[in-house]
């Protein structure tokens, strides 16, 4: 079993930052991508930022400049520092692991329970 439990959320106001952490833990033997996702109310969850094993990383167009995802990968961590900070970027953040739980089995996504960012104009 495989879970990952996100952190680091709250409320912050406009311009401010905020930095999100999320553990993978449990039975893990490969991690191909971690990412976030977020979903504002009544909106479709969207992807925000992934990074794959290699380090390359790919970021939605309205946070390009303002959020930084890195890995840890002996720690099976991932992160996401947000900066300058938008009212619009109000919505609970998701963590997102695509992950083999053994070898040989195949990857599937994981998701975390989720962590709520407000910010206030």
């Known amino acids: 079993q495989v879970q990952l439990l996100e952190s680091g959320g709250g409320l912050v106001q406009a311009g401010g930052s905020l930095r999100l952490s999320c553990a993978a833990s449990g039975s893990i033997f490969l991690i191909n991508a971690m990412g976030w996702y977020r979903q504002a109310p009544e909106k479709q969850r969207e992807p925000v930022a992934t990074?794959?094993?290699?380090?390359?990383?790919n970021y939605a167009d309205s946070v390009k400049g303002r959020f930084t995802i890195s890995r840890d990968n002996a720690n099976n961590m991932v992160y996401l520092q947000m900066n300058s900070l938008k009212p619009e970027d109000t919505a609970v953040y998701y963590c997102?692991?695509?992950?083999?739980?053994?070898?040989?089995?195949?990857?599937?996504?994981?998701w975390g329970q989720g962590t709520q960012v407000t910010v206030s104009s």
């Open positions: 990074i794959i094993s290699s380090g390359s990383t």
């Open positions: 997102n692991g695509d992950i083999s739980p053994r070898r040989s089995w195949p990857s599937r996504n994981y």
